[in-house]
């Protein structure tokens, strides 16, 4: 089955600075890979995702970059603020719509920003 | 309702016991799904729903784990003979099967602690 590698597993930022998490995938066959956000008990939430058939896509502060050939995708945030402080999740998954939407997690990066 | 809802958000039982944990998903969502997330590590896949119908039961761990949907609506994660290492949050999500990402949407999650 699929397996999500990321790091790294903590992050400290400056305020302002930029904030970037890897991850690596193993089936080439998937196509979906969102990013969720979890602060600390509560439930991940989606913050961006990118389909196989782009190769960036950005949101505000945050893009998302994808390299098919090497399989692996990066999360990117700049000007990094406090409320950014939060655990991060990678994830893969090869369906969609009526397939569903099996996510394949990897093991999340705890981001602390420093005021 | 207006997010997915998960009863109840903490439970405590004896090494033993029979649990059982309940997940309201999204109105409307047909796609149902169940993760486990141990401290410190990213959700692991347990079983999904396509409405009343598991259409992958590949996570679960082994046969003391059975959940059910039986109205394709609300779900119920039962886990039989609980043991120590069964301890951390239950987690329900659910997605559109008419959207094209078929984001999922978390729940708070279940916190159970097997003593």
């Known amino acids: 089955g699929e397996n999500v590698e990321q790091h790294p597993s903590t992050l400290s930022v400056q305020e302002g600075d930029s904030a970037v998490i890897k991850c690596t995938y193993s089936?080439?066959?998937?196509?979906?890979f969102p990013w969720y956000k979890q602060e600390l008990g509560k439930r991940p939430q989606l913050i961006i995702d990118i389909r196989s058939n782009v190769g960036e896509k950005k949101d505000q502060r945050i893009a998302v970059t994808l390299n098919k050939t090497a399989k692996h995708f990066s999360l990117h945030i700049t000007e990094t603020q406090p409320e950014d402080s939060a655990v991060y999740f990678c994830a893969a998954s090869k369906g969609g719509g009526a397939a569903g939407n099996k996510l394949t997690f990897g093991g999340g990066t705890r981001v602390l920003v420093k005021p | 309702g207006a997010g997915v809802s998960q009863t109840p958000s903490n439970k405590v039982t004896e090494k033993g016991k029979y649990v059982e944990l309940r997940c309201d998903p999204i109105s409307g969502h047909t796609a149902l799904y169940w993760y486990r997330q141990s401290l410190g590590q990213g959700p692991e896949f347990l079983i999904y729903f396509q409405g009343t119908g598991a259409a992958d039961d590949s996570g679960l761990p082994n046969d003391r784990f059975f959940a059910v949907r039986p109205e394709g609506s609300v779900s119920t994660l039962k886990i039989q003979r609980t043991e120590r290492g069964d301890s951390a949050v239950y987690l329900c999500?659910?997605?559109?099967?008419?959207?094209?990402?078929?984001?999922?949407?978390f729940g708070e999650g279940s916190r159970l602690t097997v003593l």
């Open positions: 999500a659910s997605s559109s099967s008419s959207e094209r990402t078929g984001e999922l949407f």
């Open positions: 089936d080439s066959a998937s196509n979906y």
